[in-house]
């Protein structure tokens, strides 16, 4: 009987040991989880959310200009340097040595390969980099633009240095001011005719002469410079040369009115010519002060490009930016109505009285 009772303990235990180890594993397919359904097949698992950096591991923020080593995309660098050190985060400031937009792609896609965080980027021709800022996105990387709209689908933020209307109006203003008549032949110098944020002041100036100067002719079409003061200043002569009535120029992008005040200055024809355009003002300084180049309107770039890294540090953090927010470095912004437009604020006109009381 000992025998008997002493086997049927063990078979009793070995029972409980075994439906013990059979609890603590774990199932294939647990009713009422995510790990499977009905029919057996793996459930659809959510697409991974991009997450800021844990740990101490910094912020890393790629801001991309249309290119690099003119004076307006190294004052932008500046800032946006500036900005990574006073907000702690890691800013790389890369872009093409020309404004192309194939060699743009390329420097993205580069820094897709090196996982940043946030790329910020002026496009050269955005539709040239919408296959590319989309990869980015799917591969979890924020996408913002800045100084000239993306593809609007793909960007989270559009920072705009100023309101495009109020500016390309300005510009128009400007110039009959100079002029010193509404009755005139006036041409217009640009950059790059893909540059959508100077074909925007563009449209916007076109539509103030219409409205307003119904009596201004304009030479042609928009005559692209390269983003060069060399190419600005020769296909300027070349304007003259062909339309020696032209009595006025408004130029878009910072190295065209250069070359168009160079080719006045050149001609000795400071009194017949009126130039207006988006220009610095340490650059337009000599210009200005012999009258080849009447006005020119700008905004601080060092500002833009510190604007450009906080926006994005807000946005990876989760930080809704708001309408009328002071930006620490930048000042008041305006924060449109679709929440992704951003304006950093009004331009400023610079003329030979003022333009050496700025550093930029």
């Known amino acids: 009987m000992n025998k008997k009772w002493s086997g049927l303990l063990s078979l009793i235990l070995s029972i409980g040991m075994l439906a013990a180890c059979g609890a603590n594993a774990p199932s294939s397919a647990p009713s009422g989880t995510s790990s499977g359904s009905s029919s057996g097949a793996p459930a659809k698992q959510p697409a991974a959310q991009p997450e800021a ?3 101490n591991a910094k912020l890393k923020i790629a801001v991309v200009p249309k290119l690099i080593g003119i004076p307006y995309f190294n004052a932008s660098e500046r800032g946006a340097k500036k900005a990574g050190e006073e907000l702690g985060v890691d800013v790389i400031y890369t872009g093409p040595t020309q404004a192309d937009a194939a060699q743009q792609v390329k420097v993205i896609e580069d820094l897709i390969a090196q996982k940043v965080d946030v790329i910020a980027v002026a496009p050269n021709d955005p539709a ?19 100084d000239t709209p993306a593809d609007q689908s793909l960007v989270e933020y559009s920072v705009h240095q100023i309101d495009d209307e109020v500016y ?36 916007w100036a076109t539509k103030q002469a219409q409205e307003k100067y119904p009596n201004l002719k304009f030479v042609g079409d928009k005559i692209a410079s390269d983003e060069k003061q060399q190419v600005a200043y020769q296909k300027t002569l070349d304007l003259i040369k062909a339309n020696p009535d032209v009595k006025g120029i408004m130029a878009f992008s910072t190295p065209a009115p250069l070359g168009a005040a160079q080719a006045v200055q050149e001609k000795g024809l400071q009194d017949k010519i009126a130039v207006v ?79 050496g009381d700025y550093k930029f």
Not at 128 to 134: D, G, I, Q, R
Not at 135 to 142: D, F, L, T
Request: aromatic share 4%; glycine share 10%.
């Open 53 to 55: 950096p844990k740990g």
């Open 128 to 146: 040239s980099l919408t296959p590319v800022l989309k990869k980015a996105k799917e591969q979890g990387i924020r996408v913002i633009d800045w």
């Open 168 to 203: 390309g109006r300005h510009v128009t203003d400007l110039l009959v001011e100079k002029m010193g008549t509404d009755s005139a032949q006036i041409a217009v110098l640009t950059g790059g005719l893909s540059a959508a944020n100077l074909n925007t002041w563009i449209d």
């Open 277 to 355: 355009g988006t220009a610095l003002p340490t650059d337009s300084k000599p210009f200005l002060d012999d009258g080849s180049l009447d006005v020119a309107t700008l905004w601080d770039p060092e500002k833009l490009g510190y604007l450009a890294v906080a926006v994005a540090k807000d946005l990876v953090e989760g930080k809704k930016l708001t309408d009328g927010q002071d930006v620490p470095g930048v000042g008041k912004i305006q924060v449109k109505s679709d929440g992704k437009t951003i304006i950093m604020g009004p331009p400023t006109d610079f003329t030979k009285e003022n333009a």
